[in-house]
């Protein structure tokens, strides 16, 4: 029996793969360092074979993509300056190859099958972990918290509001059966429920601020395209001079204090102030990519036994922007930043201006929420993590879904062309 080349390739006819394939990418990026090499060879075996299959319709041109691949171009040439060679060679050249099935998926993924197999996939993954996890003690803020199959109560906290994100995209957003609204409403809670035992501030705020925003952004596309940005417009103002006044009053500190937490953000500005000085060794393109975080190395090893990271791995600056610095520099710093504005701006415009775009929606909710969680996170800045996977998924995207004149994008016209 002849399996049509569609059926893997083509995003109007490959959903049942499609979902198959994204939740099973959103399982291995969970637990890819609990299953070792094999569950990232399956990762692998995902993408990366569609290319056999059409590979002009799965790897489209590159030469679209310069903006979204000039970071990780970046963070494999750091291996010829790096402070640890051997380590920026192999990582970089996993997250330029993490980067390319996450823009393979861009070209054969669309926006709602995405959406389903996340959310499909975050069942697996919170299934997995309330099944096999347990709590652990932050010996920081002397609390306990659920961590499920995680060494964090963050790593459960993100998986658990992409959970909440994209059911609320099934219910809301999507044209779906009853009886998969119902599900995605069941999964959902399951999702509200493991974030809230996490206990992760970020995740939860992240989520709050997310949906609130779309929210907003729902009731400004109740009007034409014409007068949307100038109420945007006038709502961010509107929003940025409450959030300031907020601030100012003390909002902050009331927050934190409901979960517990004080103005350090346990421990983050700490790490944020040592993360700064330490761009000073390497200011224009860095100590190379993940080249601080090595063992043996005296200001990582101090970092390390401060934080009670008895593994001496898995840490970071929590703040994609102080780690781009430190690692990547001036140069990575400016990247990392057209590659999530460059995202957030472009699906931003997109749904202002055209009488109807789902994907946009559903991508600018995404990366708002990224972008978020990038001041306290480096969830985009690692191979075979679902942060990195789903931001260069959303810039892919832009690179096929131009509307031409008569309003029809690039994968229907392809599709009508066959």
Same mark, same amino acid.
């Given at each position: 029996?002849?399996?049509?080349?569609?059926?893997?390739?083509?995003?109007?006819?490959?959903?049942?793969?499609?979902?198959?394939?994204?939740?099973?990418?959103?399982?291995?990026?969970?637990?890819?360092?609990?299953?070792?090499?094999?569950?990232?060879?399956?990762?692998?075996?995902?993408?990366?074979?569609?290319?056999?299959?059409?590979?002009?319709?799965?790897?489209?041109?590159?030469?679209?993509?310069?903006?979204?691949?000039?970071?990780?171009?970046?963070?494999?040439?750091?291996?010829?300056?790096?402070?640890?060679?051997?380590?920026?060679?192999?990582?970089?050249?996993?997250?330029?190859?993490?980067?390319?099935?996450?823009?393979?998926?861009?070209?054969?993924?669309?926006?709602?099958?995405?959406?389903?197999?996340?959310?499909?996939?975050?069942?697996?993954?919170?299934?997995?972990?309330?099944?096999?996890?347990?709590?652990?003690?932050?010996?920081?803020?002397?609390?306990?918290?659920?961590?499920?199959?995680?060494?964090?109560?963050?790593?459960?906290?993100?998986?658990?509001?992409?959970?909440?994100?994209?059911?609320?995209?099934?219910?809301?957003?999507?044209?779906?059966?009853?009886?998969?609204?119902?599900?995605? +409403?069941? %999964?959902?809670?399951?999702?509200?429920?493991?974030? $809230?035992?996490?206990?992760?501030?970020?995740? #939860? *705020? /992240?989520? !709050?601020?997310?949906?609130?925003?779309?929210?907003?952004?729902?009731?400004?596309?109740?009007?034409?395209?014409?007068?949307?940005?100038?109420?945007?417009?006038?709502?961010?103002?509107?929003?940025?001079?409450?959030?300031?006044?907020?601030?100012?009053?003390?909002?902050?500190?009331?927050?934190?204090?409901?979960?517990?937490?004080?103005?350090?953000?346990?421990?983050?500005?700490?790490?944020?102030?040592?993360?700064?000085?330490?761009?000073?060794?390497?200011?224009?393109?860095?100590?190379?990519?993940?080249?601080?975080?090595?063992?043996?190395?005296?200001?990582?090893?101090?970092?390390?036994?401060?934080?009670?990271?008895?593994?001496?791995?898995?840490?970071?600056?929590?703040? +994609?922007? %102080?780690?781009?610095?430190?690692?990547?520099?001036? $140069?990575?710093?400016?990247?990392?930043?057209? #590659? *999530? /504005?460059? !995202?957030?701006?472009?699906?931003?415009?997109?749904?202002?201006?055209?009488?109807?775009?789902?994907?946009?929606?559903?991508?600018?909710?995404?990366?708002?929420?990224?972008?978020?969680?990038?001041?306290?996170?480096?969830?985009?800045?690692?191979?075979?993590?679902?942060?990195?996977?789903?931001?260069?998924?959303?810039?892919?995207?832009?690179?096929?879904?131009?509307?031409?004149?008569?309003?029809?994008?690039?994968?229907?016209?392809?599709?009508?062309?066959?």
């Amino acid at each position: 029996m002849r399996v049509a080349k569609a059926s893997f390739v083509s995003p109007e006819r490959n959903f049942a793969y499609g979902v198959v394939a994204v939740s099973l990418s959103v399982f291995v990026f969970a637990y890819s360092t609990r299953f070792g090499p094999a569950a990232v060879l399956a990762y692998y075996a995902l993408w990366l074979p569609l290319v056999l299959i059409d590979y002009r319709r799965v790897l489209g041109n590159y030469a679209r993509y310069h903006w979204i691949l000039a970071f990780g171009v970046l963070a494999c040439l750091s291996t010829f300056w790096s402070l640890a060679p051997g380590t920026s060679a192999r990582a970089s050249v996993q997250y330029a190859t993490h980067i390319v099935c996450a823009l393979i998926a861009a070209r054969v993924i669309g926006a709602r099958t995405l959406s389903f197999g996340i959310l499909a996939g975050a069942a697996l993954v919170l299934a997995y972990s309330f099944a096999f996890g347990g709590y652990h003690f932050d010996p920081l803020d002397g609390t306990y918290s659920f961590v499920g199959a995680f060494s964090s109560k963050n790593q459960l906290g993100f998986y658990a509001s992409l959970g909440v994100y994209f059911a609320f995209v099934a219910v809301f957003l999507l044209d779906a059966a009853v009886v998969t609204r119902l599900v995605a +409403t069941a %999964i959902g809670g399951v999702s509200a429920y493991a974030l $809230v035992a996490s206990q992760s501030a970020t995740s #939860l *705020i /992240g989520i !709050v601020l997310t949906l609130a925003a779309m929210a907003g952004m729902r009731a400004v596309l109740l009007f034409s395209p014409a007068a949307r940005k100038v109420l945007f417009i006038a709502l961010a103002i509107v929003a940025t001079g409450g959030i300031v006044v907020a601030l100012n009053a003390g909002a902050l500190d009331a927050v934190l204090a409901i979960f517990g937490k004080d103005a350090t953000l346990t421990g983050r500005t700490y790490l944020w102030s040592e993360g700064l000085a330490s761009i000073a060794q390497a200011p224009v393109l860095g100590v190379g990519y993940q080249g601080y975080w090595v063992q043996g190395f005296a200001e990582a090893e101090r970092l390390w036994a401060e934080f009670y990271i008895a593994t001496r791995t898995g840490f970071h600056f929590h703040n +994609t922007y %102080i780690e781009a610095l430190v690692e990547l520099g001036a $140069v990575g710093f400016a990247l990392i930043c057209v #590659l *999530i /504005g460059g !995202v957030l701006f472009a699906h931003l415009g997109r749904l202002l201006s055209r009488a109807s775009d789902q994907a946009a929606y559903v991508l600018f909710g995404l990366a708002l929420l990224l972008l978020i969680r990038s001041f306290v996170e480096v969830d985009i800045l690692y191979p075979y993590t679902i942060g990195s996977f789903l931001i260069y998924y959303a810039a892919g995207q832009l690179t096929v879904r131009h509307a031409n004149v008569h309003g029809r994008t690039d994968t229907e016209l392809l599709v009508a062309a066959r």
